[in-house]
């Protein structure tokens, strides 16, 4: 079994590895870093961080090796040898899916800096990270294995689960548990937050509760919320499989004042253990770490997303209608005032995330598969809400994808959401998919169209927009 050692110097903010591959048939080995991580769909140049690369026998026989590509390492003379591959990396970056190493905090994203073999991604492998104190308290959503001295060991199934399972090593961690069922949810925080730490067990257990309901199950056997509060001004999460990480705060606290903002990114993030961890695309089953993966459907896996991430802390309760107005006030603001009149439709904006990345780029160019994407799913949902009078909603859309993709073994395509939505609704909704989905043009008054049946519009002001009721 292949051996992954992790040990850091604070320091000089780097991470340690080093790699034991015994009993090596091949004559060479090819070690991969990949090019981009899962919840980030742009190319991200990690090799850049990589310094200091060795390889070696067991015995300390040095081997030759080169690089080949950025991210690919090629060592030679490898048959019938016991190897050893060490190499740093430079961890001076804190956001949710970067990995930052300080005298405070260990936090490692394994898909940023995991060296890994291709032709033995699906294979089980052992890790044993060497803590920087032995009173440091460790998150992740692999459970480990704790030995006397520092060292804990961990046991992932393959090399997709390790990318998906970052973990922060700490003294300075919060960590409380509640249950939904059978199900065991872990909050973790690192760092100093204001707010009353019993009511925020209570809100998110009616979060998880609420989404729960939703699918009829969860995907997993337990989830963990982690949580760093940083030392700037931070607004990010990333999902996983049965986890999310989370940089959330203001000049090292995060106030009351964010309480709702911490809310919703975990509402949204937790959604993402149905859509997107388990619920997948076709184009990105499996993840293929080396290149862009292409698909056009990021409205779905984002934008249903979105709009679920909000409208479920009304629904559970944990904040009030208006408050929910606000939010979806918020997503119109950010959709109408800035790419209304974008000259792509969902479906381009979608598939160039990987050309254009997340920032705003090329002046009326892009939507936003967030903002956009939520828009559409709340038409969706009133359309089918007030065909069926309540009786059936955009749940009975996910419920549907959960019970045909959920398990991996096939991902959707764009066909099969338009698909599943017509039988929800019971005829066809072209209009809905060519204009919403497929079209450059304005939804503002498709919005509206829809809204009434909530009693609400979406009115134009200057250069703003604002919900008011009819």
């Known amino acids: 079994m292949i051996q992954y050692f992790f040990s850091f110097l604070p320091e000089n903010n780097l991470v340690k590895i080093r790699i034991l591959i015994p009993k090596v048939i091949e004559k060479s080995l090819e070690f991969h870093l990949p090019m981009w991580r899962p919840g980030r769909y742009q190319l991200q140049n990690f090799a850049k961080n990589v310094l200091n690369f060795n390889a070696n026998t067991h015995n300390g026989e040095k081997l030759n090796w080169q690089k080949t590509k950025k991210n690919v390492w ?59 104190h032995i009173d440091d308290q460790f998150s992740c959503g692999i459970q480990p294995l704790i030995e006397k001295g520092n060292n804990l060991r961990l046991f992932p199934k393959d090399f997709h689960h390790f990318f998906d399972s970052p973990f922060i090593l700490s003294k300075d961690i919060f960590h409380e548990t509640f249950s939904v069922g059978d199900v065991c949810f ?31 199950e969860f995907p997993e056997e337990d989830y963990h919320f982690m949580l760093i509060v940083p030392e700037n001004t931070y607004y990010h999460g990333v999902e996983h499989r049965n986890s999310t990480m989370m940089v959330l705060g203001e000049n090292g606290v995060l106030p009351k004042s964010y309480y709702i903002d911490l809310l919703g990114l975990a509402s949204h993030e937790l959604f993402h253990a149905w859509n997107i961890a388990k619920i997948r695309p076709k184009e990105l089953l499996p993840y293929n770490y080396n290149q862009e993966n292409y698909f056009e459907t990021c409205f779905v896996a984002e934008g249903f997303t979105t709009y679920y991430g909000d409208k479920i802390l009304f629904e559970s309760g944990v904040i009030s209608y208006d408050e929910y107005l606000h939010e979806l006030e918020t997503t119109f603001r950010r959709h109408f005032e800035e790419a209304d009149n974008a000259s792509q439709s969902l479906l381009e904006s979608s598939f160039d995330l990987w050309v254009d990345g997340y920032e705003k780029g090329t002046p009326n160019k892009k939507v936003s598969v967030y903002s956009k994407g939520s828009i559409v799913a709340l038409i969706l949902d009133l359309k089918i809400r007030q065909k069926y009078k309540e009786k059936k909603s955009i749940d009975d859309v996910m419920r549907k994808l959960w019970k045909k993709f959920g398990d991996q073994r096939r991902g959707y395509k764009y066909q099969d959401i338009q698909d599943i939505c017509e039988k929800v609704f019971g005829e066809s909704l072209q209009e809905y998919f060519s204009l919403c ?20 519009r979406i009115v134009r002001e200057e250069n703003t927009c604002r919900i008011s009721s009819l």
């Open 74 to 132: 090629n060592v030679h003379e490898t048959q019938n040898k016991d190897i050893e591959i060490s190499y740093q990396y430079y961890a001076k970056e804190l956001n949710a899916g970067s990995s930052f190493v300080n005298k405070h905090i260990v936090f490692v994203n394994p898909v940023n800096l995991c060296m890994y073999l291709p032709k033995r991604i699906n294979e089980p492998f052992e890790v044993i990270i060497e803590r920087q």
């Open 186 to 216: 872990h909050i973790w925080i690192q760092g100093v937050f204001h707010f009353d730490k019993q009511k925020l067990i209570d809100d998110i257990s009616k979060i998880a509760e609420t989404q729960i309901q939703i699918f009829g």
């Open 437 to 456: 989905i497929e079209s450059n043009l304005s939804i503002f008054d498709f919005t509206n169209q829809h809204l009434i049946y909530l009693g609400l």
